[in-house]
């Protein structure tokens, strides 16, 4: 697989394209001035159970922190930024703090984890580099092909970065912003060398373009999407998919396998949210669609985001649940 990181800057944001083989899989936009991601030294303005803690990290809102016994008004906070601040609200923070790297991302909690790509023997390998760093990881993809001493000087350089973040903490009760990432940085983590990087973003722009775009087709089946406040619905047509499998029923099965590879990667691509009700080509075979909720229970693993899939037999449709991305790019 060769994968190639895109980056380009224009008109106050950042868009960053991720590619596998020429194909468009992961598709981010970042405001110039994002927040999230970003370290504070925070001072409490106020806590309680109810509404959560109110922490001043310098910026126009204060961002809102969840309760923890113990945390009271006046108290130093070592915060990271997990979601953008709004109109209303200031932004989401955390105390798990994490640092991430190309290959690894680095968290307080000691946790070990790495990503499902990974051979059994490069994850014993890595786990080994963990425990020896004394620090939790989670171990990325790009991990299976790079040289492990590269790897091994990255967990290094993160753990150090992390207890110089600690110890600027402990050594400063003054509300300040101990580390904040650009896009650019931000995208060429995202490249496994840096080889795989490329500002030349009019490769790839054609495929950008289609985010968003209420039709999709894909070897002549049609996804239709429309978003409602409640939910976006999703409607499969066999529309100008020309080939014939022998029978009506394979046919439209072989269609829907089509829609579900494709279905999934646009919802990564768009970060739809929420409820996904999904209208496949109808099948009467049970087995068949038992197999096509496997196919998209396999193809949804892909993403970074929490989802989940459910078979409403009594409309003849498919429940997605899927969380908003918010923070994926770090």
Do not use: W
């Not at 109110?54 to 130093?76: C, H, M, N, P, Q």
């Not at 991990?143 to 903490?169: G, M, Q, V």
Request: one cysteine or more; a positive charge; glycine letters at 8%.
């Amino acid at each position: 697989m060769k994968q190639t990181v895109y980056y380009r800057h224009k008109d106050g944001e950042s868009e960053i394209a991720i590619a596998e083989d020429g194909v468009l899989e992961r598709y981010y936009r970042l405001k110039d001035g994002f927040l999230t991601g970003s370290i504070y030294v925070g001072k409490v303005r106020r806590a309680s159970k109810g509404t959560g803690v109110f922490v001043d990290i310098g910026e126009e809102k204060d961002g809102l922190l969840s309760y923890r016994a113990g945390i009271k008004s006046g108290d130093s906070v070592l915060v990271e930024v997990t979601k953008e601040p709004t109109e209303s609200k200031g932004c989401a923070l955390t105390e798990k703090i994490s640092l991430a790297g190309r290959y690894a991302v680095l968290n307080d909690s000691g946790e070990i984890r790495f990503s499902s790509k990974l051979s059994e023997p490069r994850k014993k390998e890595l786990k080994k580099i963990a425990e020896e760093n004394g620090a939790g990881y989670v171990f990325r993809t790009s991990c299976e092909e790079t040289d492990a001493r590269a790897i091994e000087k990255e967990c290094l350089e993160l753990k150090k970065k992390y207890d110089s973040i600690k110890n600027e903490h402990k050594n400063t009760n003054k509300v300040k912003c101990i580390l904040k990432d650009d896009a650019l940085t931000v995208a060429k983590r995202f490249a496994y060398r840096d080889e795989n990087f490329s500002e030349n973003f009019g490769e790839i722009e054609k495929q950008t373009e289609e985010i968003g775009q209420r039709k999709i087709i894909k070897e002549g089946v049609e996804l239709v999407f429309d978003k409602t406040e409640a939910m976006t619905a999703v409607d499969v047509n066999l529309h100008k998919f020309g080939k014939k499998y022998g029978n009506t029923e394979e046919t439209n099965y072989q269609a829907n396998l089509i829609a579900v590879k494709e279905l999934a990667r646009q919802i990564r691509l768009r970060n739809t949210g929420g409820i996904i009700m999904v209208d496949f080509i109808s099948l009467k075979d049970k087995e068949k669609t038992e197999s096509l909720k496997k196919a998209l229970s396999e193809e949804l693993k892909k993403d970074h985001v929490k989802t989940s899939v459910e078979l409403i037999e009594s409309i003849g449709m498919f429940a997605i649940v899927r969380r908003k991305r918010y923070s994926e790019v770090y």
